[in-house]
């Protein structure tokens, strides 16, 4: 069964022991990310934080910070069984004869189930604020010396496409500048943004609805940060990940729906040509992305739970908290990745790359400039544009393991021959590009070159030793007790 909101969730960490309560008083001002970073490079657990300075709401921090503590978040033994419910779904093809129909029945109706469901209440709204609320009350983090302020850095932002009223949920992080205002940060890549410019082109409107929901449960939060296609219901893939709808109440003073089971709910608008500085912040790059123009979030009304919990995370340095839920990204994408490139055999995307400065990907190479192929495919996949270095092996190279791959590659190149740059759409938070959100990429062909290729010398094989041999020194190990 789904976790049923954000506080069946922390019971859930609590009872594997992947949480900690803080109990004393830390101030969100620098010393709770300290508390987070060090746990999670620590290898230590989620930190629930009773006392807040400043604040009588709880925070909640690192719960997705690592790859036991998604499991846990998506209810699976292993990440890796979403992709194998992912793959069912996608290599289902109506059957012949009735025997074969009346088999698939049942993943239909299940199909069915993943739909959002709306409702006319939810816990969201049990505590209706349209005076007197101030965005201070929350324990908001300044996460690092030099940020600009305090940042909600998980939020649910939902917004509609104004031509057809489709729902997209995304995570962008949001400045607090005073106790009604904040930044939206939504890069100009991002849906948010896309609605935004098409309701300013349309010139029908001065005011975009916004709400913003914070804290859920966690496949619905987690489904926020999700590469999906435009138009793709974030809240559908959370009902897929959760195996139950999730259910949705319609905001008090706007026409946005929210997860009903959400903690903290902030409703109000984007006015269409307002912008305001926004930044620094210390971001998951490990570098502070720098301060910029972005439009201004006008927070009309808060809504809450009774004695809601906060939740947010920390980027910066990694590994840090997004990593694991990146990973848990990588391994869930990886056979819709397969449906359009089917050669790839596994793919990574490492810690140090912080998801978009470089991917590894192991292909089953059936013809000269194959790999090249594949990095131009990867390049046009969506948000996987962004990656600034594709790195491509044959099959028999395990990408989970950076020394093999660093080994293979760097033995297998010749520099000239086999790096090629193309140029395209760069992340906006990459701060060595030459342009904002433009730049190169690098495509490296580590695979074993064929004379198709040019190549005609001879290639030679990995060192191995004989099967017989390793069997034989399995026994003669034991025996010298080693």
Known sequence: MAHDDLRDFIRALEKNNELKRIPFEVDPKLE???????????????LLFEKPKGSKVPLLINAFASMRRMEIALQVAKVDDVAERIAEYLQMRMPEGLLGKLKMLPKLAEMGAFFPKIVSRGACQEVVKKDGFSLHDFPVLTCWPEDGGPYITLPMVFTKNPENGKRNCGMYRMQVYDERTTGMHWQTHKQGAEHYRRLAASGEKPRMPVSVAIGSDPCTMYSAILPLPPDLDEMMIAGFLRGSPVEMVKCVTNDIEVPANA?????????????RREGPFGDHTGYYSLADDYPVFHVECVTHRRDPVYATTIVGPPPMEDFYMGKAIERIFLPLMRMQLPEVRDMCM?????FHNIMLVSIRKSYPGHARKVMSAIWGLGQAMFTKVIVVVDEDVDVQNISEVAWRALNNIDPERDIQFTMGPIDSLDHASRLVNYGSKMGVDATKKWPGEGFTREWPDVLKMAPDVKKRVDELWRKAGL
């Open 32 to 46: 709770i990310t300290e508390f987070a970073d060090r746990s999670v490079k620590g290898g230590g657990p989620a």
């Open 263 to 275: 903690e903290i709910v902030l409703e109000g608008y984007v006015e269409i040509g307002e912008t």
């Open 350 to 354: 490492p810690a140090e790359g912080i």
